[in-house]
């Protein structure tokens, strides 16, 4: 199971409402996301996960509401900072043209710090052995590796900026489930080792189960349940969140 969770909240969503063609996709949304451990956001197709998630780091704002991060209004932090702060990794990864090692030096470019990290001797070899991949695989073509490949260097390109916290849109969802098992095994082991905050949207529940902490029970745009993944799981309060359960497991 993924780390404990920390002492302090990392986000808070307060009344969060976020329009979109005329519809809401999130609803009212009031949450705590705890930090220092791993987060599930489940629920059904059409929930608003990922909706949610992309405003953890102001890839959208929400129609109203405010979003926190670690005690600050989002957008009171300047964006790419707060980018490179709270790493983004995407359901299905882009690979920029060039090699591997060319993806992590655009990632670096970024970060405020990203000239001290670039000149620092052997960072890519380290950057690779931390989402464990072969130092070799700096000189690979990065839009001829696989799609367990790719993850894992979107998951290194979002670990060069330094962040605190890593945000995960479904990673496995294209993923056969022994790559998928392997790549959440690394995540765990990241958290536990680095710290990181990681807040995961999963479709699958025993991904959930396995290696959050925490989790989150969306539908329609609105939070039915939150809570320690355990009492979640094996006791919701909730008849939506039993049924979702019962209907996903």
């Known amino acids: 199971m993924g780390g404990a969770a920390g002492v302090g909240p990392a986000f808070e969503l307060v009344d969060v409402v976020e329009e979109r063609g005329g519809s809401r996709v999130l609803d009212g949304v009031s949450v705590t996301l705890p930090a220092g451990g791993i987060t599930a956001v489940m629920g059904p197709s059409g929930a608003g996960k990922t909706s949610l998630l992309r405003l953890l780091n102001r890839l959208d704002d929400p129609s109203s509401g405010e979003v926190r991060f670690l005690g600050r209004p989002v957008r009171d932090y300047p964006v790419r900072e707060l980018r ?39 960072w890519i070899e380290r950057l690779l052995e931390a989402v464990e991949l072969d130092g070799d695989y700096g000189a690979r073509d990065a839009d001829r590796l696989s799609g367990g490949e790719k993850q894992r260097v979107a998951l290194a390109r979002a670990l060069a900026t330094g962040p605190q916290v890593l945000l995960l849109d479904e990673p496995t969802s294209a993923l056969d489930p022994e790559v998928a098992e392997r790549l959440l095994a690394t995540v765990s082991r990241l958290n536990a080792e680095r710290g990181h905050t990681v807040v995961m949207v999963t479709h699958r529940l025993a991904e959930a189960r396995q290696h959050s902490a925490f989790a989150v029970m969306l539908e329609a745009g609105r939070v039915v349940e939150s809570g320690a993944t355990t009492e979640l799981f094996e006791r919701p309060r909730q008849a939506r969140t039993r049924a979702y359960l019962s209907s996903a497991g």
């Open 84 to 122: 490179c702060a709270v790493g983004f990794v995407f359901q299905t990864p882009v690979m920029f043209p060039g090699t591997v090692a060319d993806n992590l030096r655009r990632a670096v470019e970024l970060s405020p710090s990203g000239a001290a990290a670039g000149a620092a001797a052997g």
